[in-house]
């Protein structure tokens, strides 16, 4: 076994790292210092655009890693010190005095209902209130309570008050007054750091009223009064009671604002604050105004701008202005804003409710303990990365992930959790650590002999469902089913105590077959399959109910209806279960070497993270060279040389004994599956065919060629991606001259509509590198929004302060580009100018133009079609789920990274390649691959052989044996889509999970019960 690796931090950092690791072999300590891991995600209502409840998405994946045999879970516990290097680490644990005896509570809440004790709720923002005695949230893993023994009255007990009443109360006496902190000494191999952020505080911004005013709250709090787990039980009202009608949202609250030190971009704000105004129109149908001000509209990520675009269609009305003060009116409570236009105009407004954007900050108990460990941080308090290593901080062993490193959306974190891993993986390879026992397998039940015996459990999912469904309505209506014998409604499915009790009640009513009437299966069906795996019955025996997606959401304006709707659903899936039979998994032996697609920077870094994990790797790149785009750069925003990097990195790549590289060489098919890829290419006239286990995809994507501003026409005409070859190379030729540059050349246009998100971070670089070059250079850049996120608004202020000129233009007056008559070598740029309100002319020795970033859109397809992987409108590859699996392709055992993902920056390619080495190494370290058993299934009998099936399966998972002449199945291969089912014409084929019988029933029950 593997040396042990901490993690600490409970968040959805921290939970993928430990995940990650855990699935490559390697045991972990994984440290919280709440209660219950979750961290800040479990605060927040939904995630955007998927429109997923962020609890609900985050439970799996906390009970995944609760219930994983090589993660320790060190809840309510913290790190304290780091002692010793890289590979013998000795990790001072704080276990903290929970006055609850883990092990003895079952979750039961008896306790919080005796206590009388109340406080501030500190999860829900403080707007409501708990007991002294709590559970975090009710998802919350661990779930047990904890006493706050600055609140407990026994604890702080004097002559008149010894209450005392849970320890009284609980059945399982598990009260323990007498715990003390206690520390622990952990050896672990390597440290990962992913204690997330806290939200800035929002008192030190007076001018906006928050503390004074009670109707403005932060952007926290409103997440916590928008959750249906929340105070207001997801109905939005003021703190005072009465519904808003009109709301305005105010961006850059401590972010990008010296006066605060706090001059960087928190890059999330304006997504959430958006994401926060489209979804208060969906719960207040009678809103009047969705107003946000904003200086400019960060939209930079993957489908941010359809975001931001779609927005604007639903009636967000955004506001380009700086809000300079507010003032309550005394009686109504209402509030007024009055702000600064881009000319100078001040305007005023009134409005409901105030929601601050506030920024994100690092902890301060972390950054003690980066001081302490010996750890760098920024002048900020984020840990320290080093340029192109996003990841290491600056004590080897260490590493740091998630917004610890700067601030960054949930897609980026989770990407770089797995980069962590990755990297703590390498670290740990050879050390041997403690065996650690495996868990007993739990026997199958034989339900053969047995009538089927149903368990309906119907989930309210706080008020995401039972605000439109009347859930205690469909749990009643699921008890009048034949063959159901339980029936519960309860708050959260997902929840552990849930689990648990499902359990409990398989057990005590004998249940064989279970109806769980929730939210999505594509996230949580695999979270209940393994509640019944482990109660001793067949996962397939589990039916699951979407009445969240299929009710409550499509027709939350027909309440009656809906709950009707579930009642079918409901009843269908009643049916189906009755004939529900256990499925079996196959077991299949693998390969355990990988294929990356692409030599650039993303392919290469994932090829190295695998190789030096001790994997095979075949690096395949169609050019006869190493690089790509990346050979192209001059150096990154913090001074780094791209050309020396890019050296030593392909020298690494060629130099591994693991990494077999091939270049000059055109994949023309993939066959297989997951474990047991066959792919064929073509180098030269040679034909090579190679066998490995998984696959990376890492095509990257290129600089679009603008079709505008006499790009091609004038040689003073030229893109960033040429300046940055003509700085290395001619610098000297910009000395003294007149540049201009003009952003969203090609981006967020009708042809591309999304942000090619490098271009205004490349744009400054650039322009600071002329500047410090030669000081008297003018430099002039327009454009439409900066979009210089997280500490790259570092880079734009520094620009501004060494005199470049910014001026921002609108897509509907662009700028206009003609051949200076008197000097043909310059071109005239007329644009105009907001502030001054009128138009301006340049003659400019160079204009750079910031062209779009854009896919490969043939070369993608026909890819996409031999792998079986999607791509996106935009000729992008489309990840399996935007937030939790941003480098996993839905096909198993092929991941993606870099460009060929979407655009983003060096540091970002880098980690996002090294988190898809750790999703692949997780298939790689197993010692074989288990099929699904929800597979398609031939009657040899009814079969003719006629190959209709052959011809429509489109993961070619079925086939006519020449020989039997039947159609034959590779379950390894099959997906579980139907449509050979489907076509079949004498019926011969079903889908297990899905069988004739089963659907057939379900249509019985919807039309004649």
């Not at 913290?78 to 092990?103: H, S």
């Not at 320890?167 to 750091?193: F, H, M, N, S, T």
């Not at 039980?233 to 703190?239: A, L, V």
């Not at 910031?850 to 992008?876: T, Y």
């Amino acid at each position: 076994m593997s040396k042990p690796v901490m993690v600490v931090g409970g968040g959805i950092a921290g939970i993928q790292a430990s995940l990650d690791l855990a699935e490559m072999g390697i045991p972990v300590y994984l440290v919280e210092s709440q209660p219950s891991i979750g961290g800040r995600m479990a605060q927040l209502d939904k995630t955007f655009p998927t429109n997923d409840c962020s609890t609900c998405i985050l439970a799996p994946k906390m009970s995944s890693c609760a219930n994983h045999p090589l993660i320790k879970i060190y809840s309510y516990s913290e790190l304290k010190d780091i002692r010793g290097q890289a590979g013998d680490f000795t990790a001072i644990v704080t276990k903290k005095a929970r006055y609850v005896d883990e092990d003895a509570c079952n979750g039961c809440r008896q306790c919080l209902d005796v206590c009388p004790q109340y406080v501030d709720d500190d999860f829900n923002m403080g707007i409501d209130q708990r007991k002294a005695i709590y559970m975090l949230f009710q998802q919350g893993i661990p779930n047990v309570a904890t006493i706050d023994d600055r609140f407990c009255r026994f604890l702080n007990r004097d002559k008149n008050d010894k209450c005392g009443r849970c320890a009284r109360i609980c059945p399982r006496k598990a009260i323990r007054y007498g715990q003390r902190d206690k520390d622990i000494e952990l050896e672990v191999g390597a440290v990962i750091l992913a204690t997330g952020y806290d939200a800035f505080e929002a008192e030190l911004k007076p001018e906006y009223g928050y503390g004074s005013y009670r109707n403005v709250v932060t952007s926290m709090e409103y997440e916590r009064i928008m959750s249906a787990s929340g105070p207001y039980g997801g109905h939005i009202k003021r703190p005072d009671g009465k519904e808003p009608k009109r709301i305005a949202f105010l961006q850059c609250v401590s972010s990008r604002d010296a006066k605060c030190n706090r001059e960087y971009c928190s890059s999330v704000c304006c997504m959430y604050a958006m994401k926060e105004a489209v979804i208060t129109r969906e719960h207040i149908k009678s809103v009047e105004d969705l107003s946000i001000y904003y200086m400019d509209m960060r939209a930079f990520g993957k489908d941010f701008e359809r975001y931001y675009e779609n927005a604007k269609k639903q009636g967000i009305n955004f506001v380009r202005s700086r809000v300079a003060e507010i003032v309550e009116d005394s009686d109504t409570h209402n509030l007024k804003l009055y702000a600064v236009d881009e000319q100078g105009s001040v305007s005023e407004d009134e409005f409901d409710m105030v929601v601050l954007s506030v920024g994100l900050v690092p902890r301060p108990d972390v950054v003690e303990l980066c001081q302490r460990a010996g750890i760098k941080t920024d002048r900020y308090g984020f840990v320290y990365a080093g340029s192109m290593a996003p990841i290491q901080t600056t004590r080897e062993g260490v590493l740091a992930c998630g917004v610890l490193t700067g601030p960054k959306d949930i897609p980026e974190t989770v990407y770089e959790a797995s980069g962590a891993a990755s990297l703590a993986a390498q670290l740990v390879k050879d050390l041997t650590g403690p065996e650690i026992p495996k868990p007993e397998e739990v026997p199958m039940r034989d339900i053969g002999r047995e009538r089927p015996r149903i368990g309906v459990f119907v989930c309210h999912c706080g008020t995401n469902i039972a605000g439109v469904v009347d859930v205690k309505a469909a749990a009643e209506y699921a008890r009048t089913l034949p063959y159901v014998e339980y029936v519960d409604d309860t708050m959260y499915a997902c929840a552990a105590d849930t689990q648990g009790f499902i359990a409990d009640m398989i057990k005590e009513h004998n249940l064989n077959r279970v109806v769980v009437a929730s939210c999505t299966p594509r996230t949580h069906e695999p979270l209940f399959q393994d509640v019944l795996r482990k109660s001793g019955l067949n996962p397939y025996l589990f039916t699951m109910v979407n009445i969240r997606d299929q009710c409550s959401w499509v027709h939350m304006d027909y309440p009656e209806e809906a709950t009707e709707k579930a009642k079918d659903l409901i009843r269908m899936a009643v049916a189906k279960a009755y004939y529900a039979q256990p499925l079996q998994q196959q077991v299949l032996p693998k390969d355990s070497s990988a294929l990356v697609i692409g030599g650039g920077l993303a392919g290469m870094t994932s090829a190295l993270s695998l190789a030096k994990q001790g994997y095979k790797v075949y690096l395949v790149e169609k050019e006869p060279v190493l690089g790509g785009n990346a050979r192209l750069m001059n150096m990154s925003a913090r001074g780094r040389s791209f050309e020396q990097y890019m050296d030593e990195l392909t020298e690494s790549v060629y130099d591994h004994p693991y990494i077999t590289v091939l270049t000059s060489a055109h994949i023309s098919g993939v066959e297989g599956y997951v474990g047991n890829f066959v792919t064929t290419m073509q180098k030269g006239r040679d034909t090579i065919k190679l066998n490995h286990g998984v696959i990376i995809v890492a095509v990257g994507a290129n600089e679009a060629v603008p079709t505008e501003y006499l790009y091609g026409q004038h040689p003073a005409v030229m893109t960033q991606l040429k300046l940055e070859r003509q700085i290395k190379h001619h610098v000297d030729d910009f000395k003294g001259k007149r540049v201009v540059m003009i952003q969203c050349v090609g981006s967020r246009e009708p042809q591309r509509p999304y942000c090619s998100r490098v271009c205004c971070t490349q744009a400054v670089k650039n322009a600071l590198y002329l500047k410090e070059m030669d000081p008297t250079i003018q430099i002039t850049i327009l454009y439409r929004e900066m979009r210089t996120y997280g500490m790259n608004e570092l880079y734009y202020e520094k620009a501004r302060r060494l005199g470049v000129d910014f001026v921002r233009y609108d897509v509907d007056d662009k700028p206009r580009v003609t051949v200076d008559e008197d000097d043909l070598n310059k071109v005239n740029v007329e644009f105009y100018e907001h502030l001054i309100g009128r138009t301006l002319k340049i003659k400019a020795d160079y204009l750079i133009l910031s062209a779009a970033i854009e896919a490969d859109r043939e070369s993608n397809a026909e890819l996409s079609k031999m792998l079986k992987v999607p791509i996106n409108q935009d000729g992008f590859f489309l990840e399996a789920h935007m937030k939790l699996r941003p480098v996993e392709f839905a096909t198993d055992g092929i991941f993606l990274c870099g460009m060929a993902h979407a655009p983003k920056n060096a540091d970002e390619v880098i980690a996002q390649a090294q988190g898809a080495a750790a999703r692949a190494a997780s298939i790689l370290a197993k010692e074989y691959i288990t099929t699904d058993g929800m597979v398609a299934k031939v009657n040899r009998f009814l079969c003719v052989a006629c190959g209709i099936c052959e011809s429509i399966c489109p993961y070619k998972a079925i086939a006519v044996d020449p020989q039997l002449h039947v159609a034959v199945v590779n379950a390894a291969l099959c997906k579980g889509c139907g449509l050979c089912a489907a076509t079949c014409r004498p019926g011969a084929v079903d889908l297990q999970g899905f069988d004739d019988n089963e659907i057939l029933a379900q249509l019985d029950a919807l039309y004649n019960w």
